[in-house]
């Protein structure tokens, strides 16, 4: 079975500092691991997955993420925040084996970007 | 591409009425999932189907609820009897099968905040 930890519920900034938010997961299985973001009233949007190769991975809105397999974790970062970037972040994992691709998300993370 | 769409966005209901959710998926994914979000938490996967059939169902998924999807277009959530413990967000996400079936990105919908009072 598969667990995700966002160690953090709440996080707040100021405008143009850096973030990160932190991910760990577990699994008796190899897994493939992203970070999605929810706006306010709106479905989710997928920001980065890792799936192989280069342990950073870069995705959009100028956010990136480094998986780090002896540490199991996934934190997700941003050099300088804009107050566009206050939503929920989310991390989840997919089994690699699996023929459906059910995601298994962690509790979220609420970002809000102070000016 | 008009993305995933769910029809209502928000649902007011008494407990014990019925509740039926539609999702109208981006037109060439085969692959249909429904997750739940209660608030707090992330998203719980309910159940997938691959075009028609479903394939796979949570133990979330009590058997107040029914989902199905008919010639493998729409899909359609059912709650019946709905107790306040269903309030929730439903989320739908669809995908396309092609290679490696696990590592293809699910597109949301918006969402059916469902209220039960």
């Known amino acids: 079975a598969q667990s995700v930890t966002q160690l953090d519920s709440q996080v707040p900034v100021f405008e143009e500092a850096p973030v990160e938010l932190r991910c760990n997961y577990s699994s008796s299985v190899s897994v493939y691991l992203f970070w999605y973001v929810q706006y306010p009233n709106q479905g989710l949007q997928l920001l980065l997955k890792?799936?192989?190769?280069?342990?950073l991975v870069k995705g959009i809105n100028g956010f990136e993420a480094e998986f780090n397999k002896s540490q199991t974790s996934f934190h997700l970062r941003k050099p300088s925040v804009h107050i566009s970037d206050t939503a929920e972040y989310f991390c989840a994992v997919v089994d690699r084996g699996s023929t459906l691709g059910r995601l298994y998300f962690g509790r979220g993370t609420q970002l809000t970007v102070w000016p | 591409d008009t993305g995933v769409s769910q029809d209502p966005r928000h649902k007011i209901t008494k407990r014990g009425q019925n509740v039926t959710f539609r999702c109208d998926p981006i037109?060439?994914?085969?692959?249909l999932y429904w997750y739940r979000q209660t608030l707090g938490q992330g998203p719980e996967f309910l159940t997938y189907?691959?075009?028609?059939?479903?394939?796979?169902k949570s133990r979330l998924l009590s058997d107040r609820f029914s989902a199905e999807r008919p010639k493998g277009s729409f899909s359609t959530l059912e709650i019946q009897r709905t107790e306040q413990g269903d309030s929730a967000m439903y989320l739908c996400a669809s995908s396309v099968a092609s290679g490696r079936v696990s590592v293809n990105e699910q597109f949301f919908g918006p969402g059916t905040r469902l209220t039960v009072l």
């Open positions: 037109s060439e994914h085969n692959r």
């Open positions: 890792y799936l192989s190769g280069s342990t």
């Open positions: 189907f691959q075009n028609e059939a479903q394939l796979e």
